[in-house]
Every structure is written in structure tokens, then in C-alpha cells.
């Protein structure tokens, strides 16, 4: 869903006096009916930046150039959302809908929008003022965030969700690709999963209203991690399996920002969750060697396609604490992945011959290099004796072998199975090898959803504001 050092592309709008207006990641573009590109609406300057970390997500038109909706994601919408309203006339944007995911609207006098929860709702709406003038009411329930599209005439196309909240479950994946879930019982919207060195406990992220981090047991008892920010995702596990490190985010009291803080907390649910690092830089991942010596931090910097870097960064848990950064050479590098004997890095890198590869380095020293994918690469994970490296690439699962010996010399990546219908991500692996190296541990993604194609349907909405 996201692109390393490119701009994405993720929807437009078509105004009435001809302009196009589309995002490229974190932009808001224009272009004029003659073709001719006009000046970019400044996001930051409107108000709803957050760190650099807003995705502008859905774009739609409003009659007469008014101007347009847009909703603006926080962190990959696993925070939230909210959507705002651009005035054409006052070249200005305000927010319109807190807490909305994608927002739609219609003739009929009203802005439709859906919500994390699933459902579609609708506000009156005045288009001289752009404002809300009623309270909202439910349209049609199930209706999955975004996945709504309306016509000037009044036909409207949306997806349901068929299960509970996008449920997906956790799966045992062999080698040869054959799968056994983990829990059958256990079946919410799992983000992150990460198993403890002993292989009987799991870490994942459980997203709802809000994303908590779980800790599942092999005798099938599950404890979450008690944290008061309302995301809490990418763990890592110590080498002792005592400790778990994680990613917190929270919004900035008073603000429009996030702070991204690496927490640790102990597995045995004693004790608060604790900061790893101080200051006011975000770090959206952690990793912990399993030494227990060391720990590798990711932070984004501003700005958007390019401009916008991954950037690591090393540290020691204990003696000299400074934090350094890891020189790989790259525009940005990401989901990194500390070999179990800590002599090894591998990451996503965004500039290895123009695509996006899996890159090994010797830690901390960066003496050594290794592009070790081929034609691309994403989600390195080790093996629990470092004898393998795992990456995706096209649908697949590949492995590479790695001998051992004080120089990198990997064997050609092969496929190992189909990761379709899978989760993955683009800023940590969605998945996590057995100590054994015979299992995965996915995502499978939850695929129950019906597309519904409704005509004259403007005649459902009335009848539903009238209720």
C-alpha cells in the first residue's frame, strides 16, 4: 500500500471549472483544464500536518469549484483520520469530520462518509458555507472505510464486510506453503506478529478503535500490553524473552503531531512500559539484538516521494548510549532485521539499481555490503541460527542460504511459497520465522466482503434522513 522512494498515487477529483485535483503521497496537486500545472495546496500551512506522517487518502468534488473533500490519514490510518474541506474561494482548508475515513457528496444536500468501524454515514451539509448543519445518521451498516463511490445520477457502489471488524487470523505457513492456524477462536485484525526465542509466545498487534499490543501463549491465554498511547505496534523480543520492545503513538497534546516513541515493557506483565529512547524524534521501529546489546531505530524525515527518507540508526542498551547512525549509503532503508549472532543487518533499501532491494551489512561497523535480493525485495527476516534470510518478491516467499564465516557470501534466493492473500507492509514485516525455521507466521487477510451496485439510490438516502 505504500511506495519506498516514490510518490503514490492515491486518488483525484475532477472540479467543475475543469482543474484536476490528485495526491502524490503527502501533496495535494493541481493541474488546470488547459494542462497547465498550478500551485499545490499546502497541507502543512492548512493544518493538518502531523510530523510529516498524513496520507491524504480520498479526494472528492464539490459542485460548482466550491472546492473539495479530502481525508487525510494519521500513520497509515492506524491512529486515525479526519476529513476537511478545501475552499476554493478563501484558498484555505478546515477540518469538516473528526474521526471520519473517507467522505463523499451528494446532491441531496449531504456529505457521506465512513468510519473506522465500518458503516456508512451522512451529515447535512451546506455548500455556501461548507459547513455541518444537522447531526448524523446511519445509512447503510458494514460499508468498509473508502470503499464507497457515488454518481451525479444517483447510483452508488460500495463493498460490505461480511465478517466482524475485517477479521483476519494468524496461520502456521510450512515451506512448502500448507497452512494450520494458530488460533482458531482468535480471529480480529492483526498487525506486526512477532515469536518469542522459546517459540511458545506470540506478539501482535490487535487493531480496533483503537491498536493494542497482545502477547498470545501456546496454552491459548492471551494479555495485553498495557500502554496508554492508542497505538501500539512492531514489537521485538529480547534474546531472553523478558522483554518486549514496541512502537507507541500517541497525538501531541494540543497539537496536530504524533510522537513515535520505542517503549520496552516486561513479558510477565509486571511493571509500566517504559521509553527506550528520549527527545522529540519519532522512531517508527525498534529492533533489539539478541545479545541484549544493542538496539536499531528507524525515523522518517519530512517531506514527500524522494525528499522524504528512512533513515537507521544504532544504539547500545548499556555503556555509551550515543545514538549513531547506521551508514548505508541509501536514500532510505527500512524494516531492519539484526542477524541472531548481531554481526549481520538487513533491510529494504530504496536505492540499489533504481529499485527497491534487500541489503545486508556487517553491524555496527558497515565495513561490508550485499545485495542479496534480485529484480526487488521487501521484509527481511533471519532464521533463528542465521543460516537462512527470508525476504517477499513477487507473490513469493524466497530464502537464501548463508554460510558461515566471517565474510557475507549468500547463496541465490529461491521461492519458497505463494505469500498471496497475505498480509504484508511496507515499514515492517508482517510476519515471523519459527525458532525451527520450518513455519511462518502470517496474516491471513480476510477477503469476505460483497460488492453492492445500487441505481436511483439517492431515493434510500431521503428516505433514511427523514428517520
Known sequence: MESNTASAFGGSAWLADGTIVYNMGRDLKRISADGATMPSLNIAASGTSAGGQNDVVSIDALPDARGFLFTVCRSACAVGSDTWVYDAKADSAHLLLPRALGAWYSPTGHVLYTNRENGLYAV??????????????????????????????????????????????????????????????????????????????????????????????????????????????????????????????????????????????????????????????????????????????????????????????????????????????????????????????????????????????SFPDAQQRVVVSVAGGSEPRWSSNGRELFYTLGGQMMAVAVPPGPVFTPGPPRALFSVAGYIAARNRAQYDVSPDGQRFLMIRANSASQVVYVENWFAELLAKAKQ
Open 124 to 361: 447535512p451539509f451546506d455548500v455556501a458555507t461548507l459547513t455541518v448543519t444537522g447531526g448524523a445518521f446511519a445509512v447503510i451498516d458494514g460499508v468498509l472505510p473508502t470503499k464507497f463511490a457515488l454518481s451525479p445520477s444517483g447510483a452508488a457502489l460500495y463493498s460490505i464486510d461480511r465478517t466482524t471488524a475485517s477479521a483476519s487470523g494468524l496461520v502456521w505457513v510450512s515451506r512448502d506453503g500448507r497452512t494450520e492456524p494458530v488460533d482458531s477462536s482468535w480471529r480480529v485484525r492483526f498487525d506486526y506478529p512477532a515469536i518469542s526465542p522459546d517459540g511458545r509466545s506470540i506478539a501482535v498487534s490487535v487493531r480496533d478503535k483503537t491498536t493494542d499490543l497482545w502477547m498470545w501463549r501456546s496454552n491459548g491465554t492471551r494479555t495485553k500490553v498495557q500502554s496508554a498511547a492508542p497505538t501500539n505496534w512492531r514489537p521485538s523480543w529480547s534474546g531472553d524473552g523478558q522483554s518486549l520492545a514496541f512502537v507507541s503513538v500517541r497525538d501531541v497534546n494540543g497539537t496536530d503531531s504524533l510522537a513515535a516513541t520505542p517503549m520496552m515493557a516486561r513479558t510477565d506483565g509486571t511493571g509500566a512500559a517504559t521509553p527506550l529512547v528520549g527527545g522529540r524524534v519519532n522512531y517508527f521501529e525498534v529492533e533489539l539484538s539478541r545479545d541484549g546489546e544493542w538496539m536499531v531505530l528507524r525515523t522518517d524525515t519530512a517531506g514527500t516521494g524522494a525528499a522524504r527518507l528512512s533513515r537507521l540508526y544504532a544504539r547500545r542498551r548499556t555503556g555509551d548510549t550515543t545514538l549513531r547512525l547506521v551508514p548505508t549509503g541509501d536514500v532510505s532503508a527500512l524494516q531492519p532485521a539484526l542477524s541472531p549472532d548481531g554481526r549481520w543487518l538487513a533491510y529494504g533499501s530504496g536505492a540499489v539499481v533504481g529499485s527497491r532491494e534487500i541489503v545486508v551489512q
